[in-house]
């Protein structure tokens, strides 16, 4: 039996490659995990989006900065 093919939307899709990009010491498989995804879901969103489109936290300057 063939299962749909599911759906995300576009927020859900920018919040899991935020998430990737941003992700520090964990793996991609934790951050599908934890987003309930497949990995290869994931690494496919990876390739047809740059990593300069997600948008990135605004980290807090240093005080030398």
């Known amino acids: 039996m063939i299962t749909p093919k599911k ?3 576009d927020e ?9 990009y ?18 290869h879901t994931l690494k496919t969103w990876m390739s047809q989006t740059a990593p ?4 990135k936290p605004n980290p807090a300057k240093r005080p030398q900065d």
Do not use: H, M, W
């Open 7 to 9: 759906r995300y939307s």
């Open 12 to 20: 859900f899709r920018e919040q899991a490659l935020a998430k990737v």
């Open 22 to 39: 941003n992700r520090g010491t964990r793996t991609i498989q934790d951050i599908a995990d934890e987003s309930n995804l497949s990995i």
């Open 52 to 55: 300069t489109d997600i948008p």
